[in-house]
Structure formats: structure tokens, C-alpha cells
Nanobody, 120 residues
């Protein structure tokens, strides 16, 4: 069974930090290191947007709104991708989704999402 399971969301005050994790399971992720992994988010009434991506070589890409505050990383041995979020703002409030993409075989998988709420 193919699964991407996010964790680490919650309620945090402005200026605080959270670390999201996304663990991949299933035989299809035996080549986890070859997947491009990403974090996306969707706020109420808005479209889903890219937050950060990391490719199989470790190159990263960030949305302008989070650059300098968020860091994406991966641990291929654990088949896990992380999103360290610092200096959180109210506008970071959203459901955060993990994505795994392997273009060579047209694989594209999504997790169920984890809620992040930034509020005082």
C-alpha cells in the first residue's frame, strides 16, 4: 500500500517554529531517493500552492514567501522528507501536503495533509 503520512502540524504562536515530517511507505518507494519531494499548502478559500521542493540530487526550491524561513530536507534511508518552519506568520496558516513525484514512471502521490495554524 502506497502511503505518504504527514505529521508535526499544530497550533503555534506567530514567530514560533514547527517541523513537519512526511514518511513514505510501500514498495513503490523502494526507490525513494529517486523521487522529487515537495511540500504544498492550501489555505481556506485559496488554491494549493508550492511551498518547497527537493529533488533527487538534493537541490531545493522555495516559494518567495517562505524563503529564508523554511528549510526542506530529506533522509533517504528513512524515506522521509522534512519541512522546518521558523518565524511563522499568520499567513502561513494552511493545510500542508506532502508530494512525491517520479516523472520517469509518471508517479505522483499526495499525503492526506496536516493542519498548521499560526495564531496568538
Amino acid at each position: 500500500q502506497v502511503q505518504l503520512v504527514e505529521s508535526g502540524g499544530g497550533l503555534v504562536q506567530p514567530g514560533g517554529s514547527l517541523r513537519l515530517s512526511c514518511a513514505a511507505s510501500g514498495s513503490i518507494f523502494s526507490i525513494f531517493s529517486m523521487y522529487a519531494m515537495g511540500w504544498y499548502r492550501q489555505a481556506p478559500g485559496k488554491q494549493r500552492e508550492l511551498v518547497a521542493t527537493i529533488d533527487s540530487g538534493g537541490s531545493t526550491n522555495y516559494a518567495a514567501s517562505v524563503k529564508g524561513r523554511f528549510t526542506i530536507s530529506r533522509d533517504n534511508a528513512k524515506r522521509t522528507v522534512y519541512l522546518q518552519m521558523n518565524s511563522l506568520k499568520a499567513e502561513d496558516t494552511a493545510v500542508y501536503y506532502c508530494n512525491a513525484n517520479y516523472r520517469a514512471w509518471a508517479y505522483d502521490f499526495w499525503g492526506q495533509g496536516t493542519q498548521v495554524t499560526v495564531s496568538s
